[in-house]
């Protein structure tokens, strides 16, 4: 019966251990997409707005070009 409980024990520590290293990990996955998603919306906010000047812009050389 001592074996046993000891098995349990052990067991059960490390099965702790298991899962308190899986949630570290995870939460450091979630992080990471975090940090990149950020990366990424600010990227397309860039490009949209480059795409926004550029759209100005052709639309003041159409104007130039047509009077």
Known sequence: ETHSR???ENAESRSKAI???????SA??????????????????TVA??????RGVLQQAEQVSSE
């Open 6 to 8: 000891e098995v349990l």
């Open 19 to 25: 899962l308190a290293e899986a949630e570290k990990r």
């Open 28 to 45: 450091q996955l979630i992080a990471d997409a975090e940090e990149r998603l950020a990366k990424i919306k600010l990227e397309r906010d």
């Open 49 to 54: 707005g480059y795409f926004e000047n550029l």
